[in-house]
């Protein structure tokens, strides 16, 4: 079974600019959670949906922002970028019945100039 | 809220040696789960070993094992016989069980380096 993917692996943005980050969940998995990390601030969990529904989401601006599609893949958007928002942004899935465990995709490292 | 603290930034072992990874929690709640996570050189983070709160006999997985001390919220990961492929970060991280939302809060990590 294939794993989580997550496209693009390397992305070069301009402040200001916006960007959409792309996951592909494991097969059957209904779960995916989103996480940034950064040397200061480690991991940080960003929002998880379930079913196409934002259930939780962490302390991050409103400019962070995400989806889910009915083939439980999620796409996070992060508009009006900062220097700060330079990061590894890992996507995590989960089988959820029966199952707590998170897998983690290879990540996008997002380099804001 | 819940804080996981990782109090070892970096740590050495001599291949083929034991080498014991420290965290502790802080929740005030009863039902959860602690995991440990690898994150080698080439940043895909696996995961190495989960826990549940409510099981009192400690997890294993081939040369991992936990020692977990629920009152005392700590949650120490060994590793025996090491190898090189374990040079890696490693995390502790917490999850509320029953909270309708799959969150992990994560320590700072633990560099492992395993010399040969």
């Known amino acids: 079974k294939a794993g989580v993917t997550q496209t693009p692996r390397y992305l070069i943005k301009t402040r200001g600019q916006q960007v959409t980050l792309s996951c592909s969940p494991i097969?059957?998995?209904?779960?995916v959670s989103w996480y940034q990390q950064t040397p200061g601030q480690g991991l940080q969990f960003l929002f998880e949906?379930?079913?196409?529904?934002?259930?939780n989401k962490g302390n991050f601006p409103g400019r962070f922002s995400g989806r889910q599609f009915s083939n439980s893949r999620s796409e996070m958007n992060v508009s009006t970028l900062e220097l700060g928002d330079s990061a590894l942004y890992l996507c995590a899935s989960s089988l959820v019945q029966g199952s707590y465990e998170q897998y983690f995709g290879p990540g996008t490292r997002l380099t804001v100039t | 809220a819940q804080t996981v603290t990782q109090s070892q930034p970096e740590m050495s072992v001599q291949e083929a040696e034991t080498v014991t990874l420290s965290c502790t929690y802080d929740?005030?709640?009863?039902?959860?789960?602690l995991f440990w996570y690898k994150q080698p050189p080439s940043r895909q983070m696996i995961l190495v070993i989960r826990q549940e709160a409510y099981k009192q006999q400690n997890a294993t997985e081939n040369r991992f094992s936990v020692n977990f001390q629920k009152a005392a919220k700590s949650f120490s990961l060994k590793i025996s016989d090491s190898q090189l492929g374990d040079t890696a970060m490693y995390f502790c991280a917490f999850m509320k069980s029953g909270a309708g939302s799959y969150q992990l809060t994560f320590g700072k990590g633990t560099k492992l380096s395993v010399i040969p």
């Open positions: 097969s059957g998995h209904r779960s």
């Open positions: 949906y379930f079913s196409e529904t934002q259930r």
């Open positions: 929740t005030s709640e009863n039902n959860y789960y």
